[in-house]
């Protein structure tokens, strides 16, 4: 795996506040991605401030997760920016919070129509497929997220 490097950190992007991704939001995920052949997987402690019932993660914290996992897959694979219209969740088990539990998020792409990209998206706990997802979202020409959005590339590590 490939770790991808966050365009939006180092020169910190005017606004860039990330819920999901920006490593200075006090209140945020702090998510990074790796790239692993077709896949993008995100590698995240569950930590227990993002709890609904004790020791089980909240299930709008798992979509949060899968929603920007899913984006991060258009930014790396198609190197542009778009929106979610579409995320729709199984949720099969529950998944545990703390520092000994480890979650893997995995998003491949299922089918691209036009501008529409399907998605597939697992999110696993200690190894056990807890959630899965069907996300579709709509992408932005290259040059409408570089010009209305300061998109920038995003690479992988070497």
């Known amino acids: 795996m490939k770790k991808i490097i966050n365009p939006n950190i180092g020169h910190e992007a005017e606004g860039y506040n990330c819920f999901a991704c920006a490593p ?3 209140y945020g995920l702090k998510m990074e991605f790796w790239e692993d052949g077709d896949d993008i997987v995100c590698l995240w402690s569950p930590d227990p401030n993002y709890e609904s019932w004790v020791g089980t993660l909240h299930g709008g914290i798992q979509a949060t997760l899968i929603d920007e996992t899913a984006g991060w897959v258009i930014m790396r694979k198609f ?3 778009g929106m979610t219209t579409s995320l729709s ?3 099969r088990k529950p998944v545990a919070t703390g520092a000994e539990h480890k979650v893997e998020i995995r998003a491949r792409v299922r089918e691209v129509k036009r501008t529409f990209v399907f ?3 697992e999110l696993k706990c200690d190894g056990e497929i807890c959630t899965t997802a069907d996300v579709t979202f709509f992408c932005f020409s290259q040059k409408r ?3 209305e959005f300061g998109f920038l590339p995003y690479e ?3």
């Open 24 to 26: 200075h939001n006090p």
């Open 79 to 81: 190197q542009t920016t």
């Open 89 to 91: 969740l199984k949720y």
């Open 119 to 121: 998605m597939d998206v």
């Open 145 to 147: 997220a570089v010009e």
């Open 156 to 158: 992988v590590e070497e």
